[in-house]
């Protein structure tokens, strides 16, 4: 009884915070984001924040952070960022156009980016649906708004700014975008980030999205994405999760797929507290193909939940998921990876495989494949393990004069290697695999460790 | 070079080997034969520095130290070199970087520079002629995908890249056509040495017509029955191990 009444009360103070604040919100937004705040508090209001038995959250407990008491960003606060000094941290570096988001919102200092090819757009939402709302409407919502998890509804309600990108039909956007969130607060901030992309047809682009903190505080970011890959599109979307271990994240990414586009996500969780990413992926259009691909390494009491959603809807499509986890100390890891194949969707190629170290007794690992197929003529498959560091093959290396401690590094980067090698952008591939290395070797900076410095 | 003095070794409470003593001088080259689950290959790898063994009684000094004490990185610096009967395959290591790695961490040891990128390729170019070695090979991970045979020349190419002083062969001849196994030898033979000993565990006598030992021990249920020359090794398989099980009792 105790505990169902904490979970009303919890859910409660996020529908009371909406109610005393929806002017704010209004305010603070475009019309076309304010419109669907309504419909959203409702359908958050039904499930409220889930708990353990909320079968799609049944291994990352949201009540534990949503409980935290947090100062919430209702309306753009301008904070000063010193981009030389996020780079401080372990930002990779790249050949890359920046945008820089803070707390959630699009930074206001951002230089713009002029060399961008003809058409294309990329900003602020809260801008963008202001000014050229043409652009948005018809994709806004349009993916996130069928979803039944409270957190999205949650976050559609709350949601003011974001990351745009557009990118027009025929066009390609060779230097990849790359989007450094970055929490920055003296104090615990809860921060809601709406993000949308919409690749047009026969359009490429590459986006990174960088997540750091910069202050070694609570934070709880509740984020959704929505992607639109058109007719013959490739797009990537790499995402580095690295911020402090008190840093809490729910994200929530949206992939909708047209006829023989191209799609690959690689998501690197490196460090932060409590992270749960969801992504779902609705194949619209015959012979679309999706790779998606997910790492993480833990530690302490790290909790990192990926959990996939691919909706086979037409036939010939393929989709291939790889994801791999190294759980060290105390940390805890959750996949599971749902595929649903509908009824006429014949020749769906799906593939999963989700592949687990753990270096402790303590750490934890649970992963639940969930096959739903309701076509006859369809190649699906997937596997799980969960195991130990191979000792034979770590004998093997130290056996050719390889020290221990290097051989252990060895093959935790090999491990490792299947999901980096992936990466479609070469000078990314290479920063990432050093920053895996320094990770392993525990060398990578604690985010917090900037403000030490 | 190496002597081992009543050697005890027993794994998850049973002991395997029940008082080895053997010497073996530099330059020579022992085989030690018996039949299936004798300790054949327990043995290798106790010398090599396996740690799932409980060592009960006994030591083994190479080159003057206690090489119990060692960890098996170290042993293999210090030249002690186990070819595998099973290698294993590492999927993810490339080979190159893993024999550059091991190549180099030697060098540390001994106090020599790394070798530069041409020094490398070019010492890996003549040692992979050595065996024969396809150079595709080398661009995969370690053992990743290779035949048996091929783990095998794996085996010897890694043992002539390092020039260890102490080579443990187990059962390398196991698995492998004539043709393998003459090239495996060959190899094996190329880089014979007055400095340089090995030891052959194997379990029949075809390839001590190729590699030829100075010395053949038997080893049956835990201990050395019998050493003798190398005509011991074709009494032996005249008359199988049954001949010998008879002998000793």
């Known amino acids: ?195 949308l992309i919409i690749a047009g047809k026969n359009s490429q682009a590459k986006v990174i999205f960088c997540d750091h903190t ?87 009491n790290q909790h990192v939940d990926n959990f996939t959603n691919i909706e086979h809807a037409v036939p010939n499509c393929l989709s291939n998921q790889v994801y791999k986890n190294v759980l060290d100390e105390d940390s805890v890891g959750a996949f599971t990876g749902r595929i649903h194949v509908v009824r006429d969707a014949q020749k769906t190629n799906a593939f999963q495989r989700n592949n687990n170290v753990l270096l402790t007794d303590s750490a934890k690992m649970n992963t639940k494949p969930q096959l739903i197929i309701d076509a006859d003529d369809v190649k699906c498959s997937h596997g799980a393990t969960i195991g130990q560091i191979d000792e034979e093959a770590l004998f093997y290396l130290r056996a050719r004069c390889i020290g221990e401690a290097d051989a252990r590094m060895m093959l935790m980067n090999a491990f490792a290697h299947e999901v980096v090698q992936n990466i479609r952008v070469e000078p990314l591939r290479d920063r990432i695999d050093e920053l895996v290395e320094k990770r392993l070797r525990g060398e990578l900076a604690r985010c917090h460790a900037c403000d030490k410095n | 070079m190496l002597t081992i003095k009543n050697l005890r070794v027993a794994i998850e409470g049973k002991e395997i080997l029940k008082g080895i003593n053997l010497e073996i001088k530099a330059g020579e080259v022992h085989a030690i034969m018996g039949p299936n689950g004798s300790g054949k290959s327990t043995l290798g790898n106790v010398l090599a520095g396996k740690e799932e ?121 196991s698995g492998l056509d004539i043709d393998a196994l003459r090239i495996v030898s060959d190899g094996v033979n190329a880089l014979k040495h007055p400095e340089r000993s090995t030891i052959v565990i194997t379990h029949y006598q075809r390839l001590l017509d190729y590699i030829v030992p100075d010395f053949v021990h038997v080893l049956y249920q835990g201990q050395i029955v019998k050493s003798a020359g190398k005509e011991l090794a074709l009494e032996l398989e005249e008359k199988g191990y049954d001949w010998l099980k008879n002998h000793s009792l």
Request: proline share 4%; aromatic share 8%.
């Open chain 1, 214 to 300: 910069m202050n070694p505080v609570d934070f709880l970011t509740n984020s959704v994405t929505e992607v639109f890959v058109g007719q013959d599109a490739v797009l990537d979307i790499y995402t580095i999760q690295n911020q402090n271990n008190q840093a809490n994240s729910v994200n929530s990414s949206f992939f909708r797929q047209e006829a023989n586009s191209n799609l690959l996500s690689s998501v690197a969780t490196l460090h932060g507290g409590l992270i749960r990413n969801n992504l779902k992926v609705e194949m619209a259009g015959e012979h679309a193909e999706a790779n998606l691909y997910g790492m993480s390494f833990t530690d302490k």
């Open chain 2, 53 to 173: 063994y409980e060592i009960l009684d006994g030591e083994v000094i190479y080159e003057g130290q206690d090489l119990l004490d060692l960890s098996a990185e170290d042993r293999a610096r210090m030249g002690v070199f186990l070819g595998f009967q099973y290698p294993v395959e590492i999927p993810g290591v490339p080979m190159v970087n893993f024999i550059k790695t091991s190549v180099n961490e030697m060098r540390k040891f001994k106090g020599l520079e790394p070798l530069t990128a041409g020094e490398f390729l070019k010492l890996m170019r003549e040692k992979k002629e050595l065996v024969h070695l396809d150079s595709q090979l080398t661009n995969r991970s370690v053992n990743e995908g290779f035949s048996g045979g091929e783990k095998k020349k794996n085996e010897i190419f890694q043992m002539a890249m390092l020039e260890p002083k102490l080579a443990i062969l187990d059962e390398t001849d």
């Open chain 1, 1 to 195: 009884m105790t505990l169902t009444a904490n979970k009303v009360a919890l859910s409660e103070k996020y529908t009371e915070l909406f109610h005393a604040n929806r002017s704010l919100l209004d305010e603070g937004s475009s019309d076309l984001l304010n419109r669907m705040r309504e419909i959203a508090i409702k359908r958050f209001e039904k499930v409220g924040i889930p708990g353990f038995k909320n079968e799609n959250y049944k291994y990352t407990n949201l009540e534990r952070v949503f409980g935290k008491s947090f100062r919430h960003l209702l309306e753009y606060q301008p904070v000063d960022v010193d981009l030389n000094e996020a780079f401080r941290c372990d930002v990779p570096q790249l050949d890359t156009d920046v945008v820089l988001l803070v707390n959630g919102w699009y930074y206001a200092k951002n230089q713009p980016l002029n060399n961008l090819p003809k058409g294309v757009v990329v900003g602020s939402l809260k801008q963008v649906a202001n000014e050229q709302p043409e652009l948005v409407k018809d994709y806004l919502n349009r993916q996130a708004g069928l979803s039944d998890d409270p957190i999205v509804a949650l976050n559609t309600a709350f949601a003011q700014d974001g990351f745009f990108m557009y990118v027009p039909d025929q066009v390609v956007v060779e230097k990849p975008i790359q989007v450094i969130n970055l929490m920055r607060a003296e104090e615990p901030v809860f921060a809601t980030q709406r993000n």
